[in-house]
Antibody
């Protein structure tokens, strides 16, 4: 059974960079035809897709966040990562990593990131 | 931009009743890439239906999906107490590449 686990700081100051890692167990991120994605959800609001990375390392980002987002993968650690620069209070949300093939089949439990000074 | 609009925003029903949730897209969406998720408080979303009508592993058969083009429906034939949650539809292939509806909250009447 595939499991995903997000990790990273729970508090980030405005204008700084948010960095999160998704650790995958139960399957290799370099095997299979799936994408790793980041999705976020502000409290009480809907889900917003941030971006995805393929098993070969190619990326696609949400145009609304593209200028601030970088995703990468470390196959040796079976992890993929998110960096979001120049954060503001509007970036406060629960951040989920998820695996997509024909749908978002597997999700991490999510990690709350608060942007505040 | 593909916008998914779910209705109603809130649906109040009793256990044993039938629930019908709607998801309307601002432009045609491939049925192969329309999915439904269930989210309970404090939990991550859970995949229920993919490809518009295919139940994910572990999804009870009281859940069914239908629709095509711009109109999709999630039906729960007989509500169980554990079904009261928020439901999201999601598409792939538009711009942005993935988008979610704003959700329908299914609450106990």
């Amino acid at each position: 059974q595939v499991q995903l686990q997000e990790s990273g700081p729970g508090l980030v100051k405005p204008s700084q960079t948010l960095s999160l890692t998704c650790s995958v167990s139960g399957d290799s991120i370099s095997s299979g035809n799936y994408y790793g994605s980041w999705i976020r959800q502000p409290a009480g609001k809907e889900l917003e897709w941030i971006g995805r990375i393929s098993t070969s390392g190619s990326t696609n980002y949400n145009p609304s966040l593209k200028s601030r987002v970088i995703m990468s993968a470390d196959t040796s650690k079976n992890q993929f990562s998110l960096t979001l620069s120049a954060v503001t209070a509007a970036d406060t949300a629960v951040y989920y990593c998820a695996r997509w093939r024909r749908s978002f089949e597997d999700w991490g439990r999510g990690t709350l990131v608060t942007v505040s000074s | 931009e593909v916008v998914l609009t779910q209705s109603p925003a809130t649906l109040s029903l009793s256990p044993g009743e039938r629930a019908t949730l709607s998801c309307r897209a601002s432009q045609s969406v491939s049925s192969s890439y329309l999915a439904w998720y269930q989210q309970k408080p404090g939990q991550a979303p859970r995949l229920l239906i993919y490809g518009a009508f295919t139940r994910a592993t572990g999804t009870p058969d009281r859940f069914s999906g239908s629709g095509s083009g711009t109109d999709f429906t999630l039906t729960i034939s007989r509500l169980e107490p554990e079904d009261f949650a928020v439901y999201y539809c999601q598409q792939f292939g538009g711009s942005p590449l993935y988008s979610f509806g704003q959700g329908t909250k299914l609450e106990i009447k």
